[in-house]
């Protein structure tokens, strides 16, 4: 199994000596370097890569910035490469597969490595589950998220939905509105809230976030993407087939096609 990386680092020696020592690890090929956060939005659509070695303090855009401006669909295995260790914290609170320290350890760099390829067969079976669920959808003439609840036989919800959903950061509660939510995606084990420009994260499973929404309000619009329907201004088709959301905020969000018909009738 070889595994596509990029390389994003502000300093060119850093970018070289990390490319030059990959080359010596089996099953990793370097396809792309970046030397800022602006270029590696750019080249991670492009070059799909399967892994990015992204450095954390950059001029501009640092690579928080880059994580969080990424839709989860779109977003590869992330090891931060760093000088500094206080922010493992933040690295892991976004599900970072690993966290290298500069100067970078050979032993540590390639314990990352094998730590992403073990990742990366994990999410290969996810997909193989994903594409069963898609075939389920066909014959039963369901969506996935149908699918999903039909085989889970989760039981009817209550028709009761709280007003505010409780996030909780370190020994902080923020109480957010519900109704303030403009669109949610999932990154692992985490699920993102995006209300008002602001990203809260919290740990809880799609499923069970989910079960907190009023389906008139929000709705899946992909298998990591739950929307809130009055914050969409239109729905764009793509030249590739594929369907855009644009938000109130700006915001442009993929959506499966066969997510399409379902949220355009509450659009009308």
């Known amino acids: 199994m070889t595994l596509k990386a990029l390389i994003v680092d502000d300093e060119s020696l850093g970018r070289r000596g990390?490319?030059?020592?990959?080359?010596?690890?089996?099953?990793?090929?370097?396809?792309?370097e970046?030397?800022?956060?602006?270029?590696?939005?750019?080249?991670?659509?492009?070059?799909?890569?399967?892994l990015v070695f992204l450095d954390i303090q950059m001029p501009g855009m640092d690579g928080f910035d880059v994580v969080r401006s990424l839709q989860a669909d779109d977003l590869p295995m992330?090891?931060?490469?760093?000088?500094?260790?206080?922010?493992?914290?933040?690295a892991f609170k976004i599900h970072a597969v690993d966290y290298l320290l500069k100067p970078i350890d050979d032993a540590r760099l390639r314990e990352a490595v094998q730590r992403a390829q073990e990742v990366h067969s994990h999410k290969s079976a996810v997909s193989d589950k994903a594409q069963l669920l898609d075939a389920i959808g066909r014959i039963t003439k369901k969506d996935a998220g149908e699918v999903?609840?039909?085989l889970s036989?989760?039981?009817?919800?209550?028709?009761?939905?709280?007003?505010k959903i409780a996030v909780k950061d370190g020994g902080n509660i923020t109480l957010v509105p519900i109704?303030?939510?403009?669109?949610?995606?999932?990154a692992g084990d985490y699920m993102c809230l995006h209300v008002n420009g602001v990203i809260h994260v919290m740990r809880i499973t799609m499923k069970a976030l989910d079960a907190q929404l009023n389906p008139a309000l929000f709705q899946r619009v992909h298998r990591s993407t739950i929307v809130n329907i009055k914050r969409i201004e239109k729905i764009s088709s793509h030249i590739n087939g594929e369907y855009h959301l644009i938000l109130l905020s700006g915001d442009k969000l993929k959506m499966s096609r066969s997510y399409k018909e379902k949220v355009s009738t509450f659009l009308q």
């Open 18 to 32: 990390l490319k030059l020592r990959l080359a010596d690890i089996e099953g990793i090929d370097v396809v792309g």
């Open 34 to 50: 970046c030397s800022n956060g602006n270029e590696a939005l750019a080249a991670i659509p492009e070059l799909n890569p399967d």
């Open 78 to 90: 992330i090891i931060f490469c760093t000088a500094f260790d206080h922010y493992a914290v933040d």
């Open 148 to 150: 999903q609840e039909w």
């Open 153 to 163: 036989d989760a039981g009817e919800k209550s028709g009761q939905y709280p007003e």
């Open 179 to 186: 109704a303030d939510i403009d669109w949610v995606d999932a």
